[in-house]
């Protein structure tokens, strides 16, 4: 009915850059916040930032000033802009967006991850 579906990770160099993407598509009729979490291995998923549909974001400390998330609402597209990575941001990274579908009901939908690896 509704999927996220993300892209854009992989293997990137500490100091290096890389751009996240999740699209999200079905029957949907409004999205609220949309979100990026992450989890490294042997660790709980936790929270890295969020965009409201007016566009105010907010970041996790351990990434602010390095990550920037931003989304189209045309595409229904959120993206996160990594830069100046660092080993300890390797995980899988999972978006999640709240949704008011065509149904009319209003559910938190995640996406499946995608893996990101910082490392020389």
């Known amino acids: 009915q509704v999927q996220l579906v993300e892209s854009g990770g992989g293997l990137v160099q500490p100091g290096g850059s890389l751009r996240l993407s999740c699209a999200t598509s079905?029957?949907?009729?409004?999205?609220?916040?949309m979100a990026w979490y992450r989890q490294a291995p042997g660790k709980q998923r936790e929270f890295v930032a969020a965009?409201?549909?007016?566009?105010?974001?907010n970041y996790a400390d351990s990434v602010k000033g390095r990550f920037t998330i931003s989304r189209d609402n045309a595409k229904n597209t959120v993206y996160l802009q990594m830069n100046s990575s660092k080993p300890e941001d390797t995980a899988v990274y999972y978006c999640n967006a709240d949704i008011r579908t065509a149904t009319w009901t209003r559910v938190t939908y995640w996406g499946q991850g995608t893996q990101v690896t910082v490392s020389s």
């Open positions: 079905g029957s949907i009729f409004s999205i609220y916040t």
């Open positions: 965009i409201t549909s007016g566009g105010i974001a």
